[in-house]
């Protein structure tokens, strides 16, 4: 997993609790990385699932719940560092149309080899989308926090359903604009 | 205090903590950095090979790259070369192209170049000749589009361009040539070197009665002959086969044809190709037949002549099969001609004939008319008593057949001499004459007898009868063969005959005209030979008009007795009559010695022929005496050179100024100059040199029977 998520993770806590609070999660998780993220580094799933076990443990709060709100707060993090790809869309919906063959064009540049989620459009029109989510990490709520805070970016207000499919690791956002 | 200095302390390794993580990450970081940059050095040096392995591939394929952007509306060719920096580049704008290219190709142009700009055609191609220095060169231009706009209209168009000059004029020729291969008369087909049918020609396509083109490619050349076919393994070491054979129609019809066929190997010798050239020969064929329906076929009868029955008699002996022959002289016939005339004479020697070939077909005989009223009966395998029994069977149906003419009953009747091979005679000649020598014994001892030889016949009857008596016999029943010799001018082209008269007597075999000619002229035989002979040139003249259209003047050779015989120009002209013949296509040749004899009367009866519309020759000229006071006495048209006077002028000097002196001094004269004797090649430089009219001799021909000579020239 591309190091930017792990840094953005580590920031937030930092500002969001404390420095303390960054720093006891990341001692606790027993990570193999000892904490030391780089934003252009790249690491394995595991050590974000160890980080996340100790934070739903830590703050009673709920696996998706955690994984939404980061997702929201990753937004703001993938929106400045890479203000280009944004530039380029105009509504949430060319974003979205867009992902697979423009911002994961970025990642790939460095880590051709990355495991990346596949989003594709599967139906569209003016105030909906269905859209198909495929990863074996099954991060879909960080996907939605994700969604929820470039509908923000965009000046747009939606709601989302997921829908998990019969497939493993296969899922469908339906988007529907407020 | 202590909890300050423990809150301290906690921060510290916090801080501490921290920090080691930030340095860690900052050196992963850095780690990374230096590890991408590396392979993105290599993979940017990586592309820049490829790049120039690019360059590389078109400088060796002579094509050059070319690039236009609707934005600035420009275009640019980029030539490569070996060395990596060379780039030639050449940017212009298309209109600046076009003031370059030719007028002709300027539509065809304009006309791609929207297609591919505004049309939504995403491929270019396109050919057209381009004034680069003085000369204009072939340029073809490929290409795609690789961008377009909202409205679809190509932003963006690369491709490669090259000088086909050369392929272009090489493609010309092969179209020049493919174009005179489909509208060749001649029937052609281009055969795989299996001799599968891949290409054919319009004409080939209508010799065999097919409607399509289709209906011949893919098929073996082979099955479509019928006989000879292609010998497929030979054509590796000869390149080329000529034949005669036929060819099978879509409609089932054989058609005789010649095919001329060549082997063509490719340049790398990778693979070959066959080219066969076929002709029509079915007109050339149906002459050859006719012609040797007409040399085998007496024309009056239908049977088979002289020829016919040397072929058959050759072929038995070949074949070592014995047989019996009947030789038939008919009794009573020349009272029939002599009451009623020719004509009825010769519708009875038909109906003689059909009375033979009833009588010997159905035991295969070999029936042909040997000349007059004479017939033989070639009987294979026979059996003399078998071959006795037919010939009384043939005098009994002969001599019931009813003849009545001007009310009188006359009949016919034939005396028959039997001979067997090999048992008489182990010759063809032998046979013959022992049979003709029995059918004399059998005349001897009266009408309609049958006679079979026995040894020292022929000797007695020879004895018996002299060679006088035989020529007598050979004239009345018209029995005498005339040949014709040509006569050619100096560039070969044929433009006359002579007629000549041979004698192939029964009893005495073929018999020289020197030893003939003088027996008949003491015998007053001469004239008669003399109208026969006038006679036939004018039938061969008939002959040679119906086979083709035209004929040449035939001579002949007329005796003095003849000649000064009163009645003489009217019965040539008469002759001429009956056969519609103009006297201007014959030539009379005659020898000095008509002057010795009687000079006035000579005059007086040549100015008679000449009158009559003949052409008139001194023959012999240069043997006698050559008196030159003759050729003032009467203008001859033409005067035949003897052959004595060019003998050997090719290699004596002495000779050679006599000859061109008398050809000088005939030409003075305005007289048509015939040499006779003209044996080889070597005497040609000299009769063209001395300008010679015309030509006869065994270089270009002997005397041969009329339908032979027809088959040869017309």
Redesign the interface.
Known sequence: MLGIVFTSLVEMLEEQVSFEFADEVLQEANLTSHGAFTSVGYYPFEEIDKILTVLTHKTGKPLEQLLFEFGVYLFGCLASAHEQVLSRAHTLFDMLEHLDDDIHVQVKKLYPDADLPKFTVIERTDAYMRLGYYSTRELYALAEGLMHAAAVHFEQAINVVVERKEKPYHFEFHISLK | MADKTSTLSNEKS?LE??L???????S??EA??ES?STELYLALEKSKRAKKQLELALWASQESLWDWQAQSDILKISTFSMNSDDVTVWSGTPIEIMSKVHEDDLDNLQFHWSQAVFGGKERVEFSFRLKLSSDFQWVRLRGRVLRRGNAGEALHIVGTTKDITTEREAEQSFQLMASAFSSSREPMVVLSSELTITECNNAFVHLVQATDPCQCLGQPFNTLLQGQKVRHDQLNYDKNQRFETSIRTQQDQIIPVDVSIALFESHLQTSSHLIATLRDISERKSNEDRLRQMALNDDLTGLGNRNALSEALTKFQHHHTPFVLLFIDLDGFKAINDTAGHERGDAELRSVGSVLSQQFSRIEGVVVRWGGDEFIVALPLASMEMAVTQANQFIEALEKVNIIINGIHLSLSASIGVAAYPEHSTTIEGVLQHADAAMYQAKNSGKGQVFIYREGLHESIKQQVSMLNELKRAVEHELLDFYIQGKYDTRGKLRGGEVLCRWISGLHGAVSPTVFIPIAEQHQLDKAIGLQALEAACEYLIMMETQSGYAVPLSINISVNQMLDPEFPFQAVSVCDSHQIHPSMIELELTESIFIRDKAAAIVALNALREAGFRLSLDDFGSGFSSLSYLRSFEFEVVKVDKSLIKDINANSKGLALFKGVVAMLTGLQIEIVVEGVENESYLPFMQEADVNLMQGFYFDKPMPCEQFLARNF
């Open positions: 916090l903590r921290r080691r993580r930030e340095k860690v990450a900052r992963a970081a990374l950095l991408k």
